[in-house]
């Protein structure tokens, strides 16, 4: 019996991007959330150890506290598909239609924030770092933020999104620039 061809993404008609395009570099800051955490966890255990203070109560104290750094550490999961932009944190999930933007704002700070809203009150803060270092998540955002424009419903925050596509620009060129050997 003869299995009938799988349609892959490379078939034409189909699809080639991804479904889902996720932030790359979020495995690698979880990583080091739980080697932060992992290492208080362990020096609080040899501190008390070496100390004669180590209980049966101390040590799911500790334990305890590297779940929290772990928790506080871990940054939020950032996923797009074409018109929704979803942020996964350790309490809660939160999204936005690209697509119906009405502000977007960039908070700065100890560390800087972009804040994305919807027409329908769907909100997602996240670092304006993870569109830089993702460029698939950037071209989904830039393409609603594009179509919120043309749709007049994006009523402040087309200069935030200039700002951050030229720096992305700048980014890129400087990053060709160096693989050519031309800076």
């Not at 008390?48 to 799911?60: H, I």
């Not at 598909?81 to 936005?96: A, E, F, K, N, Y």
């Amino acid at each position: 019996m003869t299995r009938p061809a799988r349609r892959t993404l490379a078939t034409p008609g189909i699809r080639t991007t991804p479904l889902w395009t996720h932030d790359r570099t979020w495995a690698g800051d979880a990583r080091s959330a739980a080697a932060c955490a992992a290492l208080l966890f362990g020096l609080l255990i040899a501190l008390d150890a070496v100390t004669g203070g180590l209980t049966p109560w101390r040590a799911p104290l500790w334990l305890g506290l590297g779940v929290l750094l772990f928790a506080a550490l871990t940054p939020p999961r950032v996923t797009a598909h074409d018109t929704t932009l979803v942020s996964r944190g350790p309490i809660r999930v939160r999204s936005v239609r690209l697509d119906h933007l009405v502000a977007v704002r960039r908070s700065d700070g100890i560390a800087p924030r972009l804040v994305l809203r919807d027409a329908s009150g769907g909100e997602v803060v996240l670092d304006p770092e993870v569109l830089v270092v993702n460029p698939p998540l950037w071209r989904l955002v830039a393409q609603g933020a594009r179509t919120s424009v043309a749709d007049g419903s994006l009523l402040c925050g087309a200069t935030v999104l200039s700002r951050l596509a030229e720096r992305i620009d700048r980014d890129t060129a400087e990053g060709i620039f160096k693989a050519s050997g031309l800076e």
